[in-house]
T-cell receptor
Framework: EAQVTQNPRYLITVTGKKLTVTCSQN?????MSWYRQDPGLGLRQIYY???????DKGDVPEGYKVSRKEKRNFPLILESPSPNQTSLYFC???????????????FGEGSRLTVL | AQSVTQPDIHITVSEGASLELRCNYS??????LFWYVQSPGQGLQLLLK??????LVQGIKGFEAEFKRSQSSFNLRKPSVHWSDAAEYFC?????????????FGTGTRLTIIP
């Protein structure tokens, strides 16, 4: 079954304690992206990756890191989480071969993070 | 910079009534346009998309959307809503085909259905 898998789905942590949210897709998609969803603000892009070893900032990258060492995985790292990073996070992937072809985003089920 | 506006934060309609959700975009050319739906506690699911060609596109669950270039709009419609349509709906603009690697979402419209 084609899917995007995020872990953990729920996490409560404390300020400053490093954490990683994993994301894995089994569709051989080139493009992967992280979003955060906050009430009244919709989805805002944190980071995205066009392919392995190619990442770039989205609209709200501060306080986050990413890496893309393998095509299927795109972890989101919070080195020193703060309460303003309490949010619902979504990972997504799509086809994007760089030749004016792109595809719909497939989303994970979300990771709800609370930073105390 | 590309942007998407969904002017209605919350809409309430009666079951069986028609529905129209508004979406306006700002972009230098005609981007790819999407509507996604998010049911409570779920991720986002694609309803429909517009790339080119026929400006009226059909999607899943009986939804359709019409692209109007002159109005920079891509409104979502359904002739008769069902209680299961209660969800949050997001319009999105995809500029990746133009070398802009961003897919930008609107702030969403929450749909409530009254029995």
């Amino acid at each position: 079954e084609a899917q995007v898998t995020q872990n953990p789905r729920y996490l409560i942590t404390v300020t400053g304690k490093k954490l990683t949210v994993t994301c894995s897709q089994n569709m051989n998609h080139e493009y992967m992206s992280w979003y955060r969803q906050d009430p009244g603000l919709g989805l805002r892009q944190i980071y995205y990756s066009m392919n392995v070893e190619v990442t770039d900032k989205g609209d709200v990258p501060e306080g986050y890191k990413v890496s893309r060492k393998e095509k299927r995985n795109f972890p989101l790292i919070l080195e020193s989480p703060s309460p303003n990073q309490t949010s619902l996070y979504f990972c997504a992937s799509s086809l994007s071969n760089g030749y004016r072809e792109t595809g719909e985003l497939f989303f994970g089920e979300g990771s709800r993070l609370t930073v105390l | 910079a590309q942007s998407v506006t969904q002017p209605d934060i919350h809409i309430t309609v009666s079951e069986g009534a028609s529905l129209e959700l508004r979406c306006n975009y700002s972009y230098g050319a005609t981007p790819y346009l999407f509507w996604y739906v998010q049911s409570p506690g779920q991720g986002l699911q694609l309803l429909l998309k517009y790339f080119s060609g026929d400006t009226l596109v059909q999607g899943i669950k009986g939804f359709e959307a019409e692209f109007k270039r002159s109005q920079s709009s891509f409104n979502l419609r359904k002739p008769s809503v069902h209680w299961s349509d209660a969800a949050e709906y997001f319009c999105a603009v995809d500029g990746r085909v133009f070398g802009n690697e961003k897919l930008t979402f609107g702030t969403g419209t929450r749909l409530t259905i009254i029995p």
